[in-house]
Each structure stands twice: as structure tokens, then as C-alpha cells.
């Protein structure tokens, strides 16, 4: 197909794209049951008296040489010269779900090659532009970016913010005038910024409203907008970002914008995640669904630095004991690892720690059935190792200034021949010499002065660290990989493609996670989170939760436990028995099937669930975050159930619902189907729904729906 007009089309969302002269984005939103391409004329736009004689399309570009005076969609030159391309479609490659169009500008000598997938199930747009220069004289490129036209309803943008221990906090801002824009130059997605952003209709919600996702699949640098131009007409852009000179394109060379994914939906916010969850779990999540997550014992708020490997191995005895399937050493195994101010980079073993090497260890941990896995933070030097003794100079730093330290370390320049040579042999030797089934990868520090010879290189240590990925994958295909960055300083679907399991956050505290965890499964599904048990106290806040809130709060995700179980007393290690076991029975739902975010009216209640794909059961978690606003929690209405069916609704776990004659402080008597299981209609429990009980502040409890 060759037609001017394209339209790719799914499920419940369609494109429709115009390709010649030049490409625009014509339509973006729900399936059209009947389309032609001439019924695209009802879209012509009038020209404004004014303003410029010439309709103002917004081309895959939105070239400023055309007279787009907002966020271009590329910027650059050529010395100066080229500097305002204007690109005019050549060749166009459609089938039903994707599209190739490549334009070029004669004048400024470039190309443009632009790829759009809209996958048929889900509807999830993936999109990107490479660009190639063709002249002798290098093109220095400063910006690339995926522009997307939204309709003038998108009014509100929904983005992230965060800071260490807090990650995923979402926000709203109304998009009336003017932009909003998103920078992150910290070298990795960020805590700051996670790189996404929804925008839609007034008001959008969980479970209403037309929204569009977009995602940029890039763990580096990065730039996200959202702008009304003055004419009223919106935009969204996401790209890579550029620092001054990164980028200098030779004869023949291309840069390429990372992925972008786009998601549209009419059912709120659950539809957009929806479409996202189902997307990874086809196109990018790198392990099978009947590959069971196995539970997590990390050491690392257990003992630390403290490693004693007769300890550990009494660790991993106690936690096999409780179900734990994977055991994780953490930091602090490697030469000269005492303190987080001394080691990075001496990726040899500590025989002081382990004089008889790992081996003891990993056998113990294989003989009690477990898995075993190991820390590592490949990028990073101490000036306080051996490595960086030897080599000063394979810093990421620009020559003649002092950097500064973050978390007592400096960033390798991967870029460096020497340096990603001596990565790959370290770890090569760590995952060869040893039985590894796991690495936890983490990247501590944020890039400041990025220098490679002298210039800017953020944006390809970024390229490198997938470079390094990459072949580790090719050569360890068993092994799999967590991306950790200070807790969730580095999650993104560029990472995604690459590894198989996020450290949400170095904050195990429920009640913080409950927040964190709502505000990552807008964009990835739980089977891809880390959710660990803590400590009692928390380490990161010293606030007190309950083993049932703690359990509760960890199980739906990619369950683990953090902490020394050797040190807990028996009611906090029946707990994680119990959990464990728990999340063992559940997984096969809660990793396969459709999540649900519930709009509550009383924000102090927060619930949330899986049902299953084929809609015969569900668990729904209620967690009281505060008190409640009123004196009754009210009645919730469960979404995605069948209305035909009859359900049996009961209590699977609510270790702290009493009445006041049990002890407890909230309610005298219990809604009726806590006292026993009731039966109703999919529709009922959708339409009337089901009485809430009167939870204590910081508990929570989880709803079995069963068909009968
Ligand atoms: C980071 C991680 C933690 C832990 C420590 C080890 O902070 O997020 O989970 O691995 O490093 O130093």
C-alpha cells in the first residue's frame, strides 16, 4: 500500500496518517467502525487572518522552516548552514499496523526515516524517527524528537515526580496555555521525572475518560512536552536529550530517537494501563507468563557491608525454611567493600570475607533449592579502589575540572574501549566461574560532566550501558537482570527490553510504597516490581507497620523479603511464611491478569486488583492509608467482572479486622460478607458493589471474588 492516506488500525484505536507531500497525524483515538480516506477533507483547515497565508500542518517533524513557531521536532546545522530543514515524504511503506515513511530535504542534505507500529491487540503506538545525514560535512544534531498531535480536548496533563524514597508521585497540571516540559540531565531516567506523561480530558480518571499515554523507552537524558500552540492545537513530544555537542552526524551516519510508546484510551486511566501491561507482556517482557516470579530474599537491610559467609549461609537455611525461591548477596562481597566509600570498581572477590571463595554459598543456596544472585554496580569507581589507582583516567570527566563526588563515587566513562573491555571480562568472570541465575544491577550516582576525549557523553554511556547489556544477555541468556538505580532511579521500557526486574524503591515503608507502587503500575504490570517486606520499623522513615500491612502491601508485585530473618521473632516469621505463601497461591492470577486502580470518593481509602482474564476470579486490596473522612468507608464497585455470573465474595487476608468486642478501635459490628462469604451477580457487585468495612489507619485487607 502506497496511498498518501494511511490508516493503521487495533482493536479499539486507531491512526490515521497523512504521507504526502509531507506526514501529519490526522487522527489518533477510538476505532473507527467506517473510514475512508477521502473523509479525511472534513478535516481542512480554515487560515487564520493574521497570520501566515499557508496551512500549518503538524508534520512528523514540525519543522520551524515551515513556520511552526513552537517546540521544533528537530534541530541542527551544518556550521551553521541547514540549520531549518523542511522534509518532503519520498518513499512510504503501510500494511494495516505499520508504517515507514522516509523524507528528505535536498537542500539541507538530510534524511528522515520514520517508523510507527500500532499494535494490533492493544492499540500501543511505538514510534520513532532516525535521521541520516547525507553530505560530506558533519550535521550537528541538537534535538530529535517523536512529536504527537493530541485533539484540543486533551486539557490536563497527568506526569511524575519523585526524589529518592520517593518515587512515582503523580501530578496534574492544566495544559491551557503555553507548555509544560519535563527535563531530566541526570544520566538515567530519574527519580525526578520518570519519562511519561498522560494527557486527556477534563477530569480524566482511573475509570473515566479519554487519555493518551506516551512513554520514551530510554534510560539517559531526556525532554518530555506538552503545548497548546497559540492556534489551540496541542502537541506532545518526547526525545532523547542532547547536551551541547553530543551529537555530530558524519557522512552515511544516523542518530535515531529512542522508542516511544503511545496509548490511547476511552475507559480512564485502567484502559491505558491496560493496553501497556498487555503490550510488555507480549512484545517486551523478556521472561515467559508460566515463568513463576521467584521470591526474593535480599540481603541488603539485613546485614549490609557485614558479610560472614557461615552467617549468610544460616540466613538462606531460615529463609528456605520460610519459602523464599531466590537468594540475593547484596553489596559488600567485593574487595575492599566495608563502607560505601571504598571498592566500586575492584569487582574481584573479598577472600578476608569469603576465604573460601562463593562457592560454599551458592552450593548451600542451590542445595536448600533456592536460586542465588548478586549485586553489582558495573558503572561506578571509588577514588578509594584499586582500579581507580590504576587508572585515574577512566573517569567520566571532562579534563581540567574537578568532579564531584556523589555517594563517595565517580561514573566510568564506558565509551572507553579499556574500561567496557574490563566490565565485560569482571562480570563475564563473575556469571562464568560461578552458578549466578541473577544480578542485581544498580547505578548509584547521577553524571555530571559527562567527558568522553574531551567532550559531553551522556548519551552514549547510556548506549554503552545497553551495549553492556546486551552482550551479557547474549552470553549468560540465563541469568536475569534488575535494574536498581538508588531504589528507582532507572526504570523505563528501553531498560525493560533489557532486564527483568525494577527495584521500585529503596523505601520499604508500606504506607510510602502503597503511593510508589499505584504510581509505577500506570505504565508496567506488577510482575516486573520488586516489592519487598521490610523491617518492622522501616529503615528509611522508622515508621511501624504491621506484618498484615507489610505482606499485604508487598504481595501482588514481584514478592520478596529484605531483612535478616535469623533476627525476627516467630510472629514476624510466621508472617512472611504466611505472605509468602499467600503471594505463591495468587501469582498465577496476579501476574497474568488485568489490574484495576478504583476510583474511591474518600481518597483516605485506596483499592486496587486483578482480575483474571478469563473473568471467573479477582482479589481486590483494600489499604486504609488514613482516617477515613467519614465514619463508613462507603460501597465499592468492582469493574471487569461478568454480569451473568454469580461470584462468592469472602475475606482472603485481613489480619487486623476486629470488632470492638475483639479488640479492635474501628467498627462495632462487621459488613455482613465478613462474617461470612455472601454469592451475587457480576452485576451487582458491579452496579451496587460491596460495603466497605471500618479499617484502622495504615491496614489493609484483600477481597476474594470467585465465580461459583
Ligand atoms: C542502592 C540500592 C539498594 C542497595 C544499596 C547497596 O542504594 O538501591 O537496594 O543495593 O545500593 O549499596
Given at each position: 500500500?502506497t496511498?498518501d492516506?494511511?490508516?493503521?488500525s487495533?482493536?479499539d484505536?486507531?491512526?490515521v496518517?497523512?504521507?504526502r507531500?509531507?506526514?501529519e497525524?490526522l487522527?489518533w483515538?477510538p476505532?473507527?467502525r467506517?473510514?475512508?480516506?477521502?473523509?479525511?477533507v472534513?478535516?481542512?483547515?480554515?487560515?487564520?487572518?493574521?497570520?501566515?497565508?499557508?496551512?500549518?500542518?503538524?508534520?512528523f517533524?514540525?519543522?520551524y522552516?515551515?513556520g511552526?513557531?513552537g517546540?521544533?521536532?528537530?534541530?541542527g546545522h551544518?556550521?551553521?548552514?541547514?540549520a531549518?530543514?523542511?522534509?518532503?515524504?519520498l518513499?512510504?511503506?503501510?500494511s494495516?499496523?505499520?508504517?515507514i515513511?522516509?523524507?528528505?530535504?535536498?537542500?539541507?542534505?538530510?534524511?528522515?526515516?520514520s517508523?510507527?507500529?500500532?499494535?494490533?491487540q492493544?492499540?500501543?503506538?511505538q514510534i520513532?524517527?532516525?535521521?541520516?545525514?547525507?553530505?560530506?560535512?558533519?550535521w550537528?544534531?541538537?534535538?530529535?524528537?517523536?512529536?504527537?498531535?493530541v485533539?484540543e480536548r486533551?486539557?490536563?496533563v497527568?506526569?511524575?515526580?519523585g526524589?529518592w524514597?520517593?518515587?512515582?508521585?503523580?501530578?496534574?497540571?492544566k495544559?491551557e496555555h503555553g507548555?509544560?516540559?519535563?527535563?531530566s540531565?541526570?544520566?538515567?531516567?530519574s527519580?525526578?521525572?520518570?519519562p511519561?506523561f498522560v494527557?486527556?480530558?477534563?477530569?480524566?480518571s482511573?475509570?473515566?475518560?479519554?487519555?493518551?499515554?506516551?512513554?520514551?523507552?530510554?534510560?539517559?537524558n531526556h525532554?518530555?512536552?506538552?503545548?497548546?500552540k497559540t492556534?489551540?492545537?496541542?502537541?506532545?513530544q518526547?526525545?532523547?536529550?542532547?547536551?551541547?555537542?553530543e551529537?555530530s552526524?558524519?557522512?552515511?551516519?544516523?542518530?535515531?530517537t529512542p522508542?516511544?510508546?503511545?496509548a490511547?484510551?476511552?475507559?480512564g486511566l485502567?484502559g491505558?494501563?491496560?493496553a501497556y501491561?498487555t503490550?510488555?507482556r507480549?512484545s517486551?517482557?523478556?521472561f515467559?507468563?508460566?515463568q513463576a516470579?521467584p521470591?526474593?530474599?535480599?540481603?541488603?537491610?539485613?546485614i549490609?557491608?557485614?558479610?560472614?559467609?557461615?552467617?549468610?549461609?544460616q540466613m538462606a537455611s531460615k529463609?528456605?525454611?520460610i519459602g523464599?525461591?531466590r537468594?540475593i548477596?547484596?553489596?559488600?562481597w567485593?574487595?575492599?567493600?566495608n563502607?560505601?566509600?571504598?571498592?566500586?570498581?575492584?569487582?574481584?572477590?573479598?577472600e578476608e570475607?569469603?576465604?573460601?571463595g562463593?562457592?560454599?554459598?551458592?552450593?548451600?543456596?542451590?542445595a536448600l533449592?533456592m536460586?542465588?544472585g548478586?549485586?553489582?554496580?558495573?558503572?561506578?569507581?571509588?577514588?578509594d579502589?584499586?582500579?581507580?589507582?590504576a587508572h585515574?583516567d577512566w573517569?567520566l570527566?571532562l579534563?581540567?575540572y574537578?568532579q564531584?563526588t556523589?555517594?563517595?563515587?565517580?561514573v566510568l566513562?564506558?565509551?572507553?574501549p579499556e574500561v567496557?573491555d574490563y566490565?565485560?571480562?569482571?562480570?563475564s568472570?563473575?556469571l562464568?566461574?560461578h552458578?549466578?541465575?541473577?544480578?542485581?544491577?544498580d547505578?548509584?550516582?547521577?553524571?555530571v560532566?559527562?567527558?568522553?576525549?574531551?567532550?559531553l557523553?551522556a548519551?552514549?554511556?547510556?548506549h554503552?550501558f545497553y551495549?553492556?547489556?546486551?552482550?551479557?544477555?547474549?552470553r549468560?541468556?540465563?541469568?536475569e537482570?534488575e535494574?536498581?538505580a538508588?531504589?528507582g532511579g532507572r526504570?523505563d521500557?528501553?531498560v525493560?527490553a533489557?532486564?527483568?526486574?525494577?527495584?521500585?524503591?529503596d523505601?520499604n515503608?508500606a504506607?510510602e510504597r502503597q503511593?510508589?507502587?499505584r504510581?509505577?503500575?500506570?505504565?508496567?504490570?506488577?510482575e516486573?516490581?520488586g516489592?519487598?517486606i521490610?523491617?518492622?520499623?522501616?529503615?528509611?522513615?522508622q515508621?511501624q507497620?504491621?506484618?498484615?500491612?507489610?505482606?499485604?502491601?508487598a504481595?501482588?508485585g514481584?514478592?520478596?523479603?529484605?531483612?535478616?530473618?535469623?533476627q525476627?521473632?516467630?510472629?514476624?516469621?510466621?508472617g512472611?511464611?504466611?505472605?509468602?505463601?499467600?503471594?505463591?497461591a495468587l501469582?498465577?492470577?496476579?501476574?497474568?491478569?488485568?489490574?484495576w486502580?478504583?476510583?474511591?470518593?474518600?481518597?483516605t481509602?485506596?483499592?486496587?486488583?486483578?482480575?483474571?482474564?478469563?473473568?471467573?476470579?479477582?482479589v481486590?486490596?483494600m489499604a486504609?492509608?488514613q482516617?477515613?473522612?467519614?465514619?463508613l468507608a462507603?460501597?465499592?464497585r468492582f469493574?471487569?467482572?461478568?454480569p451473568?455470573?454469580?461470584?462468592?465474595?469472602?475475606?482472603?487476608d485481613g489480619?487486623?479486622i476486629k470488632t470492638?468486642?475483639?479488640?479492635?478501635?474501628?467498627?462495632?459490628e462487621l459488613?455482613?460478607?465478613l462474617r461470612?462469604p455472601?454469592?451475587v451477580?457480576?452485576?451487582w457487585?458491579?452496579?451496587?458493589g460491596?460495603?466497605?468495612?471500618?479499617?484502622?489507619?495504615?491496614?489493609?485487607?484483600l477481597?476474594?471474588?470467585?465465580?461459583?
Amino acid at each position: 500500500m502506497t496511498a498518501d492516506i494511511v490508516r493503521l488500525s487495533s482493536a479499539d484505536a486507531d491512526l490515521v496518517v497523512r504521507c504526502r507531500p509531507y506526514t501529519e497525524i490526522l487522527y489518533w483515538g477510538p476505532k473507527l467502525r467506517r473510514f475512508s480516506p477521502e473523509d479525511v477533507v472534513s478535516l481542512q483547515r480554515p487560515v487564520a487572518n493574521g497570520k501566515l497565508d499557508v496551512d500549518l500542518p503538524l508534520t512528523f517533524a514540525m519543522e520551524y522552516g515551515r513556520g511552526q513557531f513552537g517546540s521544533p521536532g528537530i534541530e541542527g546545522h551544518r556550521g551553521g548552514r541547514n540549520a531549518s530543514p523542511v522534509f518532503t515524504t519520498l518513499k512510504v511503506e503501510a500494511s494495516d499496523s505499520s508504517l515507514i515513511v522516509i523524507s528528505e530535504d535536498e537542500q539541507a542534505s538530510l534524511q528522515l526515516i520514520s517508523e510507527l507500529r500500532l499494535e494490533p491487540q492493544t492499540g500501543v503506538l511505538q514510534i520513532r524517527h532516525t535521521l541520516k545525514n547525507l553530505h560530506h560535512q558533519a550535521w550537528e544534531l541538537e534535538r530529535l524528537a517523536v512529536t504527537l498531535p493530541v485533539p484540543e480536548r486533551a486539557v490536563e496533563v497527568m506526569a511524575f515526580h519523585g526524589r529518592w524514597l520517593r518515587e512515582f508521585q503523580p501530578h496534574r497540571v492544566k495544559l491551557e496555555h503555553g507548555g509544560f516540559i519535563q527535563e531530566s540531565r541526570r544520566g538515567r531516567s530519574s527519580h525526578e521525572y520518570f519519562p511519561a506523561f498522560v494527557v486527556g480530558e477534563a477530569g480524566f480518571s482511573e475509570q473515566h475518560g479519554t487519555v493518551w499515554g506516551v512513554h520514551l523507552g530510554w534510560s539517559g537524558n531526556h525532554r518530555l512536552r506538552a503545548d497548546v500552540k497559540t492556534d489551540g492545537r496541542r502537541v506532545v513530544q518526547a526525545e532523547a536529550l542532547y547536551l551541547p555537542g553530543e551529537i555530530s552526524l558524519g557522512e552515511g551516519e544516523t542518530c535515531s530517537t529512542p522508542w516511544v510508546y503511545a496509548a490511547f484510551s476511552q475507559n480512564g486511566l485502567n484502559g491505558m494501563s491496560q493496553a501497556y501491561h498487555t503490550y510488555l507482556r507480549q512484545s517486551l517482557i523478556r521472561f515467559s507468563g508460566s515463568q513463576a516470579r521467584p521470591v526474593h530474599l535480599n540481603t541488603w537491610e539485613g546485614i549490609y557491608f557485614d558479610h560472614d559467609p557461615a552467617y549468610i549461609m544460616q540466613m538462606a537455611s531460615k529463609a528456605a525454611e520460610i519459602g523464599v525461591e531466590r537468594f540475593i548477596i547484596d553489596d559488600g562481597w567485593f574487595r575492599g567493600r566495608n563502607h560505601d566509600q571504598a571498592g566500586l570498581g575492584d569487582w574481584y572477590l573479598d577472600e578476608e570475607k569469603y576465604p573460601q571463595g562463593l562457592m560454599p554459598v551458592i552450593e548451600h543456596v542451590h542445595a536448600l533449592g533456592m536460586s542465588f544472585g548478586i549485586w553489582v554496580e558495573p558503572e561506578m569507581i571509588n577514588p578509594d579502589s584499586d582500579l581507580f589507582r590504576a587508572h585515574p583516567d577512566w573517569v567520566l570527566q571532562l579534563p581540567g575540572y574537578q568532579q564531584p563526588t556523589g555517594r563517595y563515587q565517580y561514573v566510568l566513562d564506558l565509551s572507553h574501549p579499556e574500561v567496557f573491555d574490563y566490565l565485560l571480562e569482571r562480570l563475564s568472570w563473575l556469571l562464568s566461574e560461578h552458578p549466578v541465575e541473577y544480578v542485581k544491577w544498580d547505578m548509584n550516582r547521577e553524571l555530571v560532566q559527562p567527558g568522553h576525549e574531551g567532550k559531553l557523553s551522556a548519551d552514549a554511556q547510556t548506549h554503552q550501558f545497553y551495549r553492556l547489556l546486551d552482550e551479557l544477555n547474549w552470553r549468560f541468556p540465563h541469568v536475569e537482570i534488575e535494574s536498581c538505580a538508588s531504589g528507582g532511579g532507572r526504570i523505563d521500557y528501553g531498560v525493560l527490553a533489557r532486564t527483568q526486574r525494577f527495584w521500585v524503591s529503596d523505601n520499604n515503608d508500606a504506607l510510602e510504597r502503597q503511593a510508589i507502587q499505584r504510581g509505577m503500575s500506570y505504565f508496567f504490570p506488577p510482575e516486573v516490581m520488586g516489592q519487598h517486606i521490610g523491617h518492622r520499623r522501616c529503615h528509611a522513615t522508622q515508621r511501624q507497620h504491621s506484618i498484615g500491612f507489610r505482606g499485604l502491601t508487598a504481595l501482588f508485585g514481584h514478592m520478596g523479603i529484605e531483612l535478616d530473618p535469623i533476627q525476627s521473632d516467630d510472629e514476624e516469621l510466621e508472617g512472611y511464611r504466611h505472605y509468602i505463601k499467600l503471594h505463591k497461591a495468587l501469582r498465577p492470577l496476579l501476574h497474568s491478569g488485568t489490574t484495576w486502580r478504583l476510583d474511591m470518593p474518600d481518597n483516605t481509602v485506596q483499592i486496587s486488583g486483578v482480575v483474571s482474564q478469563d473473568q471467573t476470579c479477582a482479589v481486590f486490596l483494600m489499604a486504609q492509608l488514613q482516617m477515613l473522612n467519614y465514619s463508613l468507608a462507603g460501597n465499592v464497585r468492582f469493574p471487569g467482572l461478568l454480569p451473568d455470573t454469580q461470584y462468592q465474595v469472602s475475606l482472603l487476608d485481613g489480619p487486623e479486622i476486629k470488632t470492638v468486642r475483639e479488640g479492635g478501635g474501628a467498627m462495632r459490628e462487621l459488613p455482613s460478607w465478613l462474617r461470612q462469604p455472601i454469592v451475587v451477580s457480576g452485576d451487582w457487585l458491579m452496579q451496587a458493589g460491596l460495603a466497605l468495612p471500618v479499617l484502622m489507619p495504615e491496614s489493609a485487607l484483600l477481597i476474594n471474588i470467585i465465580k461459583v
